[in-house]
């Protein structure tokens, strides 16, 4: 598997673990906001991390973290995926799994195995636009798919869609109504993150966060990431 980084530990990437991510190189995607352009054009490809060193890493780390987040660029894209996580699991941690769900059959085959423990899909735009804000052409059956095998799966996962200034408020709001039609039970969206050399057009999608939980309510598990402590007491005292 082609490894383009290895983050040693977070708090932040697996909901309620303490993890180490793997970065995996290549991409079928041009998302406008991605914040790891080393890791989709390949022309910006460092070295690949060998892979027995990522695993000599990891046993080093038995009980010092819980899983691993393997994420990218895209992972399915990868030949040795599921070797990989198998290798992972048998040291005794949990994976999860981050897609752009543009390959539902590889993904179906990894949920069949049951080798992912969390599964979070990247849901970009409404599907009418999706070619736009992915950056090239989008089979978006083939997203429907993947979120359809995610949330039968029976297996713990979340959607989530980062909000920039390439959508808009209604763009949320339809994406809430197709995701609510393919049975999804747990969503998130998560406030663009300007970064260094980032496009100047780019910037956070402007919303009224209250408004926003209150779109969302519909779903079991839901949130607002990345924004400010005084959004979410105010959500947590208007509920």
Excluded: W
């Excluded at 990522?54 to 046993?59: A, G, M, W």
């Excluded at 799994?97 to 849901?123: C, F, M, Q």
């Amino acid at each position: 598997m082609r490894t383009g980084g290895l983050h040693k530990f977070s708090l932040i990437d697996y909901p309620g673990k303490i993890s180490a991510v793997v970065f995996t190189q290549g991409c079928n995607f041009r998302c406008p906001y991605c914040h790891n352009p080393g890791l989709v054009y390949p022309a910006m490809f460092s070295s690949p991390v060998p892979e027995q060193d990522v695993l000599s890493f990891l046993s080093r780390r038995k009980g010092l973290i819980d899983g691993v987040v393997i994420t990218g660029g895209e992972p399915l894209l990868l030949q040795g995926l599921a070797e990989f996580i198998r290798a992972v699991k048998d040291m005794g941690f949990v994976v999860k799994l981050d897609t752009n769900g543009s390959r539902p059959a590889a993904l179906e085959e990894l949920l069949k195995a049951r080798l992912p423990d969390y599964i979070a899909v990247d849901y970009k735009a409404p599907l009418r636009i999706y070619h736009r804000v992915a950056g090239t052409g989008v089979d978006t059956g083939a997203i429907i798919s993947s979120v359809n095998a995610v949330t039968g799966s029976g297996i713990p996962y979340e959607i989530r869609t980062t909000l920039f200034s390439g959508l808009g408020r209604e763009d949320i709001s339809e994406m809430i109504m197709e995701l609510q039609l393919m049975k999804t039970e747990n969503y998130f969206l998560q406030a663009f993150k300007p970064y260094a050399d980032c496009r100047e057009d780019l910037a956070p999608l402007e919303v009224n966060a209250e408004h926003l939980y209150k779109s969302l309510c519909g779903f079991s598990r839901y949130g607002i990431r990345n924004i400010s402590k005084e959004e979410q007491y105010h959500h947590v005292c208007h509920r």
